[in-house]
């Protein structure tokens, strides 16, 4: 399956991915997707049935601990770095109309 | 020849006779980055009066005996991708560029415990992806062997910084090459530990499954002492394993007859420069003198580890990279209509074009739709390789390949195209994607006099076995970083003319 990333899928791409392109800048993205992808393509030609996927090195399993508090108060420390904030609290642009 | 151009060993030593003091050595670094750093650019900060004062306290705490270990007043530089409390953390990103964490990555807390002294954030690709450490937000940093060409990437800033007696060791991170192809393009030695050797806690991730920080240093002694001391399980990570085989400078010293190396023939193939080529054919040569068993193999998923790798980069980068929001920390663009629109506007000015791109890219193979297609497939890619290498390791201790198909490119050459540049990638992904431990050391100089990089690939935990094989290969070439220049004469030997069996 060749995918072709015409204008609605790159759309769909830069909500997905929360990006405001230009149209120049759209349209390179474009012609560079369809690039890579057509290269990636190559892995149809590897036949992986009956292969499952391996997104963990080692087997893994859930790590637990006691649920015990060790993080102290480090409101300020967060604050910080943050672009603007109110009465100790992150502030956004407001968010319902 | 100053204090500088010794090894961290080295220094070290001298530091316990009390032939220099811990003092010295911080001087001497920072003499050194006064003459180089205005050309090559390796650091994005620098924390002079700091070290200054932590020379002194290492070298009190020596004395009360509260520091001791190989490493103890070794001044070290750090990749700008790790945190240190209080300290500002770019990733070389504008979208973190006032971000300053207020807590510190585990290695950090353990190059401290090791009596060790920071003295500065190297510069790098931003968020460490790219080849060359061009895409960084601020500023480019010139390889040190030939200033015109780039020092390789995302670790430039720490391969160039060691390469220039700019720092006696440095961290890098490595998520499909990131430490061992600029340590190639430097002359300088790389390693890349095994998945969930060393802690990822504080180190700003690209993508999870394949990032590892580890050592850059001036030769294998090195980088097995500065892996020794980031290694080790944290809690705090939870991919963080419990390995008791750490003590990895045990390893050195013994020989290497009877080891058994394979090559993979898909390496060799016409995408290789003739020079590159030939200097790694030397080195089999090398080996099989030096008692070695080297044979020839087949990997057949060679031409699928780049699709593989940028598939599965690219997703994760584009779920970690989701929480530069300008909400919480770093860049917030100036003008936006409500909440989305500030999301959108941040993230537009605030990355760089590549990592735009990979977010881009990762966002499309996790979509609805496309998901099973390119984001499972190559996971079932992933699957197939880790047979082929466990078949590989059942048979032999090593793997050998270049670095990387060329030496370093100049300056201004590779972000014209993407693709061409992912490709450069081919040797080195597959060690992340499957986990693999791997060093790389210089083998070699072109005819420009650019390095050339070597890889042994080990098994999953057997930094030893690599290491040890590095380090007996290292004494039998001329040491290069203290000579400057290889004596022996690269010559195209019999093994390369076909499909020799040795």
Redesign the interface.
Known sequence: MVKKIDDETMENICILAKLTLSEAEKEKAKEEMQRMLDYVEKLNELDTSGVKPLSHLFPSHNIFREDVITSQDNRDALLGNAPEKKDGQFQVPKTIG | MGLETLTALELAEKIRQGQVSVLDGVKAVFEQIERKEGTIHAYLDLYKEEAFERAAQVEKGMAEGKYSGPLCGVPIAVKDNICIQGKRTTCGSKILE???P?YQAEVIERLEKAGMVIIGKTNMDEFAMGSTTETSAFGVTRNPRNTDHVPGGSSGGSCAAVAASEAYLALGSDTGGSIRQPSAFCGVTGIKPT??TVSRYGLVAYAS?LDQIGPVGKDTADCAALLEVISGYD?KD??S?QREDLCFSQALGGGIEGMRFAVPKEYLTEGLSPEVRSAFMVVLEELVQMGAIVEFISLK?T??M???Y??IASAEA?SNL?RF????????ARE?D??HD????T??EG?GEEV??R???G??VL?SG?YD??Y?????????M?QEFDRAFEKYDVILAPAAPYTAPRLGESLKD??AMYLGDIYTVAVNL??LPAVCLPCGKDKAGLPIGLQMIGD?FMEKKILRAAHAYEKRREAFIRFGSEKKQVVFPEIAKGDAKV
Do not use: H, Q
Request: proline content about 5%.
């Open positions: 006032n971000f300053v207020w998945y969930g499954s809690p939870s991919t394993l998923t031409e699928f780049i699709p593989a940028y598939v584009s989701e929001d300008g909400v919480k920390y770093g860049f917030r936006y409500g909440l500030m999301y959108k506007k993230r537009t990355f735009k791109r977010i881009m890219l966002s499309f979509s496309y297609a390119y499972l497939k190559a996971l079932k890619a992933r699957a197939v880790k993407p693709l499957l986990g999953c």
